[in-house]
């Protein structure tokens, strides 16, 4: 039956949603590298849908900037160049900061961090087992609990852009610490200075710990 307003109800997540699911999360990993050209043809086969809801998922990815159009070639994975792996992480420390801030003087600090420091944790326990898939993976979790705990859908919302991007970066990235200790030191930092209410020091970690990542990012793109 219809509503008052004559809308329909509609399935929970429709087959555009899950393919764009999948293909970001294999832009995200890797399986589809950063240039490839994406085959409507391959790509509709592979999952068995018609090309309608597969076009539809590939929109949406041009849309969130990880797939780019060019005229007469087709769709392919954006690569990442200086400039923009500059802005990408100049928008995470904005994000970042501002859902620490908010973490921080939440009515739930206290909780917040001990969250935060289980990530931390996790991270320890890869880089003592020399496992740097299972470091990146924990790194990645820690940023993104740090911007669920904010309570913000909208930061959540383009937290999960940007991380894709920087996941698309990651394989450079890793084995670049001098130290995967210092990847963990880095981050535990971030977290006491929010478990203290420290503005100027969480800015300072945010700041530092994005700016250390970006310019071993750089030279790895280079």
């Excluded at 929109?59 to 159009?69: A, C, F, T, W």
Aim: with cysteine; charged share 25%; hydrophobic share 45%.
């Amino acid at each position: 039956m219809s509503s008052a307003s004559g809308f329909q109800p509609v399935p929970r997540e429709s087959t555009s949603s899950l393919i764009t699911r999948q293909l970001r999360e294999g832009i995200m990993r890797g399986a589809l590298p950063a240039g490839a050209q994406l085959s409507e043809a391959t790509l509709a086969a592979e999952f068995g849908v018609s090309r309608g809801p597969l076009r539809e998922a590939m929109q949406r990815l041009v849309q969130e900037g990880l797939v780019r159009s060019e005229l007469n070639r087709g769709l392919f994975v954006k690569e990442l160049d200086e400039t923009e792996i500059r802005d990408l992480y100049l928008t995470r420390t904005a994000i970042e900061t501002a859902a620490a801030r908010a973490v921080a003087h939440g009515e739930s600090a206290g909780e917040g961090a001990a969250r935060l420091r289980a990530r931390a944790a996790a991270m320890s326990a890869a880089a003592a087992s020399g496992d740097l898939q299972a470091l990146a993976d924990a790194d990645f979790a820690f940023h993104e609990e740090l911007v669920s705990l904010a309570g913000s859908p909208r930061l959540h919302r383009v937290h999960e852009t940007l991380m894709v991007e920087t996941r698309m970066c990651m394989t450079a990235l890793q084995g670049t610490y001098f130290d995967p200790e210092d990847q963990v030191a880095e981050h535990s930092r971030i977290v006491e200075a929010i478990a203290s209410g420290d503005d100027a020091g969480l800015v300072r970690e945010i700041e530092e710990h994005m700016q250390e990542a970006l310019d071993r990012l750089v030279r790895a793109s280079r």
